[in-house]
């Protein structure tokens, strides 16, 4: 009985001993740590802060302005705290916490903000201000054994090996939107974690394979350096698809559009900054990564266009004309993204019915135009009436090719486009094909480094040199309705190619791009 009750008396004082540390923990965290909070608090200071914003991001190195001292610098004039929350670019999730007020701002690619919002069903935010474009980071890559262009890619087992949810697989879907892949089979995505995991896959592949592999930098550089590894395209090739957006929640942009402006602001002041310095972004982007090489940062940064304060006017329609540039307009850029996102399936109706203007806000840059806002200006009210903004970067217009030029272009492949119709046995244009047309030309402004080759074609039938020439004047005929439409005549070519198919549809033309080789 005594052992019973030693036994007893034992488990007594270990419960207690459990209870008494239940108490102290508590005690701890619900009196004491409060207390010291307090104590910090009233001792402390915060008179340098009068509100704080908190804007969700990932470790973008586009994004990297963003979390730089001299961005929260800047804002420290303006007695705003920054706090950056950092997330693993889950938008789904980064949408949720801006429509829930978790937190005020955040960043996107204008595709996963579109998949994001047509997923919730609705847009709890608004795009206030254009970061970058990608203008080269991204790129698509193949072994030249099993793919030398584009059009190689046009079979069911083809595939691209991709991180999803990224702008890779954005790239991807603007490749198989553009280009005439028919064949390409309904598992063209092979999933993988990150730019390293695809590197990794495409160092062990087989190189016969008909798979083309999209990385981001730094290991589209370090892919490059593999024997027979091309790059069929890259994210410098394509303008205003693959675009990084600042939206703030729509609530706080109504109640408090002071601080949006104030965040602009001290962004791009603080862009400024780092664009004048010797190694300004270079430095800030090995600073998110201590262990990049020199070589690997300058290629990050390389392939990033952070955008400028006049750039973003130009964005938004403020300004137009020769101080626009050949810079879209965020209208245009979300209804091209939109395309291409219902074209290749990613969305299954456009989420905003075509009222692409409801997903941005322009007022605040309007202000900031209207007060001559300058980002060297470090201190507000001071150098207003200022109007030396660094200008529009545009894209240099493709010279004029000879003969031998024409002929060393790396063909890159067929663009998209349905059949062109003519009215029987001429070259006139049938007025259902003009809209096509007019969608070309939407389609080369996305991809202003390639030159076309318009290939004019006619059925095999009857007399060849009569088809030779019906063939020549038709695609002459588009190549003068695309001038007409505003596609430059130095980049463009045409010539006849009958066909050897009896086919009705062979009478019809084609549209090859290509580029002067890397």
Not at 35 to 43: A, P, R, V
Not at 88 to 106: F, H, P, S
Not at 175 to 199: M, Q, R, T, Y
Request: include cysteine; glycine fraction near 8%; charge should be neutral.
């Amino acid at each position: 009985m005594a052992e019973g009750k030693g036994f007893k008396g034992c488990i007594v004082a270990v419960v207690w001993l459990v209870i008494l540390a239940i108490v102290a923990v508590t005690v701890r965290y619900f009196w004491t740590e409060p207390q010291k909070e307090k104590l910090q608090s009233d001792t402390g200071s915060n008179s340098s802060y009068s509100h704080e914003v908190k804007i969700q991001a990932d470790l973008f190195s586009g994004y990297s302005v963003l979390r730089s001292e001299e961005m929260k610098k800047n804002l420290r004039y303006e007695g705003v705290r920054l706090t950056v929350v950092k997330d693993e670019a889950d938008y789904d999730a980064r949408l949720e916490a801006l429509e829930d007020g978790d937190v005020q701002m955040g960043v996107f690619t204008i595709d996963s903000l579109l998949v994001a919002g047509a997923k919730l069903g609705r847009f709890p935010v608004s795009i206030v201000m254009v970061i970058d474009e990608t203008t080269g980071a991204d790129a698509v890559l193949a072994f030249d054994n099993g793919v030398k262009t584009v059009q190689d890619l046009n079979t069911s087992d083809a595939a691209f090996v991709l991180t999803p949810s990224s702008p890779s697989e954005f790239l991807a879907r603007v490749v198989k939107s553009h280009f005439k892949l028919p064949k390409l089979g309904s598992n063209w995505i092979v999933e993988a974690d990150g730019s390293e995991a695809v590197f990794e896959i495409m160092k062990n592949a087989d190189r016969d394979k008909k798979q083309a592999y999209v990385l981001w930098e730094p290991h589209v550089s370090q892919a490059k350096k593999i024997e027979g590894v091309k790059v069929l395209l890259d994210s410098s090739k394509v303008k205003g698809l693959i675009v990084d957006v600042l939206v703030a929640r729509r609530e706080y942009l109504r109640d408090h559009p002071e601080k949006v402006r104030a965040i602009i602001e001290a962004y791009s002041r603080a862009a400024h900054h780092y664009r004048n310095e010797p190694q300004g972004f270079a430095g800030l982007v090995r600073s998110d990564d201590p262990n990049l090489s020199e070589d690997g940062s300058k290629a990050i940064v390389d392939g990033i266009q952070w955008k400028n304060t006049l750039e973003n006017y130009a964005h938004f329609g403020l300004v137009k004309g020769v101080a626009a540039g050949d810079l879209l307009t965020l209208e245009d850029m979300i209804g091209n993204v939109t395309e291409i996102l219902l074209k290749t399936k990613a969305l299954d109706s456009d989420p905003l019915n075509g009222n692409y203007t409801s997903l941005y806000y322009d007022k605040i840059l309007s202000e900031m135009r209207s007060d001559n806002f300058h980002p060297a200006n470090l201190i507000a009210g001071l150098g207003q009436g200022t109007t030396d903004l660094q200008g529009v970067r545009t894209n240099a217009q493709l010279g004029k090719l000879n003969e031998s030029q024409w002929g060393g272009l790396r063909s890159v492949g067929d663009l998209n486009v349905q059949s062109i119709g003519f009215r029987r046995g001429s070259a006139a244009i049938s007025l259902s094909s003009e809209h096509e047309l007019r969608r070309l030309k939407k389609m080369l402004d996305n991809f202003p480094s390639f030159y076309l080759r318009i290939v004019g074609q006619t059925r095999s039938e009857g007399d060849a040199e009569e088809n030779r020439r019906l063939a020549e004047n038709r695609a002459k005929s588009v190549g003068e309705f695309l001038q007409k439409d505003g596609v430059s005549r130095s980049r463009m070519r045409t010539e006849a190619a009958p066909s050897t198919s009896k086919s009705g549809s062979a009478q019809s033309v084609r549209f090859e791009v290509g580029q002067v080789p890397f």
